[in-house]
């Protein structure tokens, strides 16, 4: 889990994600290459996001609540929007693993 959380510093570091409002204008924007989503996230919006990315033919997959928003070093983040293929392969592969 190390690697991963590395990686999204990297990223967000690198300017390469996106969340919230933004995050589902990039979805629509088909600027998205991964979605990475809370575990605890909320029933609708787990639903509404999971559309999207079926919809929009993104890859999505779950993480940690805690770790993910420490990792990026944002608070009470429910997803995440990788914006970067390169980080998307490579977090896609250390997540589903």
């Known amino acids: 889990m190390n690697d991963v959380q590395g990686l999204l510093g990297l990223a967000a570091k690198a300017r390469k994600l996106s969340f919230g409002d933004s995050g589902m204008k990039d979805i629509r924007a088909k600027k998205a290459k991964l979605v990475i989503m809370s575990a605890d996230i909320g029933e609708n919006s787990h639903k509404k996001l999971v559309d999207k990315c ?3 033919h993104v ?3 779950y993480m940690d609540d805690d770790k993910m928003n420490m990792a ?3 608070r009470n983040r429910k997803f995440i929007v990788i914006l ?3 980080f998307a392969q ?3 592969t250390c997540l589903k693993g």
């Open 54 to 56: 079926t919809y929009y």
């Open 59 to 61: 890859r999505y997959v």
């Open 72 to 74: 990026i070093g944002q």
């Open 84 to 86: 970067d293929e390169g």
């Open 90 to 92: 490579k977090l896609h």
